[in-house]
T-cell receptor, first 117, second 113 residues
């Protein structure tokens, strides 16, 4: 139980374009979803927290107009990287917790490797 | 906000030896401390966690200890095997409605056969 999927697993886009990443909870209702970014050989850095039906809360230093997060349903959250640039190339990982899951544990998606050329 | 420090950044041990990774957190309100193993290009995998009302927890070859007074927690892996080689992250959370996790900087563990 508590499975989280992400799509796509990897994406290459050109500088200046936008790319959307989907995060889905497959067998539970995700009341809260988290988006992380991980650069090579670095730790996971929390970008934002989103509760279903509410606006996302962004961490300090994360541009909310560049990284658009939508959590419109209890099973789906999306992260859109707008006007992507090479420095946005990274591993983006979502996680979720919700109804019927541990009160503390977060369930991670498999990640999306974004490369901006 | 919460800050989590992790040491060492790299650790090399011989197969069969023990490995210890240590973390320190800053916010005394933190009450949940998970440890993750991450292989290259994959998602973090929860290997063990501990809550603040417990001082130690063990699961086969893996154990975690927590010292709330000193705000330290440690991961202990005994009888290490080559398949234990990976990056390990500690994290801390204050729980509650959002349960935001703050991660340590990671430890690259290499188990030499």
């Amino acid at each position: 139980g508590a499975v989280v999927s992400q799509h796509p697993s990897w994406v290459i886009c050109k500088s200046g374009t936008s790319v959307k990443i989907e995060c889905r909870s497959l067998d539970f209702q995700a009341t809260t979803m988290f988006w992380y970014r991980q650069f090579p050989k670095q730790s996971l850095m929390l970008m934002a927290t989103s509760n279903e039906g509410s606006k996302a809360t962004y961490e300090q230093g994360v541009e909310k107009d560049k990284f658009l997060i939508n959590h419109a349903s209890l099973t789906l959250s999306t992260l859109t990287v707008t006007s992507a640039h090479p420095e946005d190339s990274s591993f983006y990982i979502c996680s979720a917790r919700g109804t019927g899951t541990s009160a503390y544990e977060q369930y991670f998606g498999p990640g999306t490797r974004l490369t901006v050329t | 906000g919460e800050n989590v420090e992790q040491h060492p950044s790299t650790l090399s041990v011989q197969e069969g030896d023990s490995a210890v990774i240590k973390c320190t957190y800053s916010d005394s309100a933190s009450n949940y401390f998970p440890w993750y193993k991450q292989e290259l290009g994959k998602r973090p995998q929860l290997i063990i966690d501990i809550r603040s009302n417990v001082g130690e927890k063990k699961d086969q070859r893996i154990a975690v200890t927590l010292n709330k007074t000193a705000k330290h927690f440690s991961l202990h892996i005994t009888e290490t095997q080559p398949e234990d080689s990976a990056v390990y992250f500690c994290a801390a959370s204050m729980g509650g409605a959002t349960n935001k996790l703050i991660f340590g900087t990671g430890t690259l563990l290499a188990v030499q056969p």
